[in-house]
């Protein structure tokens, strides 16, 4: 079991960008960003292999969202550009215990306590 710790979240413009980083208290392999905006369940966003070959993203950030990983720094980051209200959520890191991409939330077995997003118009 690792411990992570999200950062980078705050209040943006609708057209903002940000970067969420993702850092682990050690080795993991296949990571994953969720979010869970109010009233909502929780959605897949998008996921990378421990080497960072496989990556998988969701329809609906695909072209905006940039998912990487650092293994020196145990961290993996979700760049977020073109921000739209929609994007409004608690976005959550996520570890899973296998070396392939996943997007479903049953499939990780570690989560991290969240940080902010909000898009104003």
């Known amino acids: 079991q690792v411990q992570l710790v999200e950062s980078g979240g705050g209040l943006v413009q609708a057209g903002d960008s940000l970067r969420l980083s993702c850092a682990a208290s050690g080795r993991t392999y296949a990571m994953g960003w969720f979010r869970q905006a109010p009233g909502k369940e929780r959605e897949f966003v998008a996921a990378?292999?421990?080497?960072?070959?496989?990556?998988l993203y969701a329809d609906s950030v695909k072209g905006r969202f940039t998912i990487s990983r650092d293994n020196a720094k145990n961290t993996v980051y979700l760049q977020m550009n073109s921000l739209k209200p929609e994007d409004t959520a608690v976005y959550y890191c996520a570890a899973r215990p296998g070396t392939f991409v996943r997007g479903t939330a049953t499939e990780y077995s570690d989560w991290g306590q969240g940080t902010q997003v909000t898009v104003s118009s």
């Open positions: 990378i292999s421990w080497s960072g070959g496989n990556i």
